[in-house]
């Protein structure tokens, strides 16, 4: 079964709204946590990086006011994207990994979110 | 900075038959992990299989295997007896093999290529 759980799969909403995202990991804690967005047919595109408990490190280009990511406790992360407009609308993507000093163990993808700004 | 390159946007191949996916990187360092993932339709990210540098035997799966060659910074996917739910978007990835700073754990994706699979 699913390891980690992406929270709504599917939104629709109208220009200038905020839309909360939530990535849950099930049966582990996750230390860290990633958000990444794709286009279609297109690679994924890290945004940021989370760590439970500390500020989230987003890649360059990234607005860290736009894209707002909280990783409150070990289980959930969520991503928040403010004021949204139609150029937002995308498939986004969590993804959660162990704690530890195995990089050996992949990461755990949520099954994404459609976001459609009208 | 790690860079992934992969130079098939699509590929086909005909059910049961063989095909090579291919992916070459670039990076400074001599341990890290390679991976392939596939994303069917639904959009699913499924690791397919994972290769550690620092093991010389190449990786396999079931039908999936990899032709790993560290010094051309090559890692290619073969994929045998094709079958219709291969079909999807494949993707090469590297992740590094030490904890550095905030990029411990970060995949860095090839561009992907979308596999077809014909009856």
């Known amino acids: 079964g699913a390891v980690v759980s992406q929270h709504p799969s599917r939104v629709i909403c109208k220009s200038g709204t905020s839309v909360k995202i939530e990535c849950r990991s099930l049966?582990?804690?996750?230390?860290?946590m990633f958000w990444y967005r794709q286009f279609p047919k297109q690679s994924l595109m890290l945004m940021a990086t989370?760590?439970?408990?500390?500020?989230?490190?987003?890649e360059q280009g990234v607005e860290k006011d736009k894209f707002l990511i909280n990783h409150a406790s070990l289980t959930l992360s969520t991503l928040t994207v403010t004021s949204a407009h139609p150029e937002d609308s995308s498939f986004y993507i969590c993804s959660a990994e162990f704690g530890g000093f195995d990089s050996n163990q992949p990461q755990h993808f949520g099954d994404g979110t459609r976001l459609s700004i009208l | 900075a790690q860079t992934v390159t992969q130079s098939q946007p699509e590929m086909s191949v005909q059910e049961a038959e063989t095909v090579t996916l291919s992916c070459t990187y670039d990076t400074s360092e001599s341990d890290y992990y390679l991976f392939w993932y596939k994303q069917p339709p639904s959009r699913q990210m499924i690791l397919v299989i994972r290769?550690?540098?620092?093991?010389?035997q190449n990786a396999t799966e079931n039908r999936f295997s990899v032709n790993f060659q560290k010094a051309a910074k090559s890692f290619s996917l073969k994929i045998s007896d094709s079958q219709l739910g291969d079909a999807a978007m494949y993707f090469c990835?590297?992740?590094?093999?030490?904890?550095?700073?905030?990029?411990?754990?970060?995949?860095?994706f090839g561009q992907g290529t979308i596999l077809t699979v014909h009856p």
């Open positions: 049966d582990f804690q996750a230390t860290t």
């Open positions: 290769q550690e540098a620092y093991k010389q």
């Open positions: 990835a590297y992740r590094r093999a030490n904890a550095g700073g905030t990029s411990y754990g970060k995949l860095t």
């Open positions: 989370s760590n439970e408990g500390s500020k989230a490190t987003y």
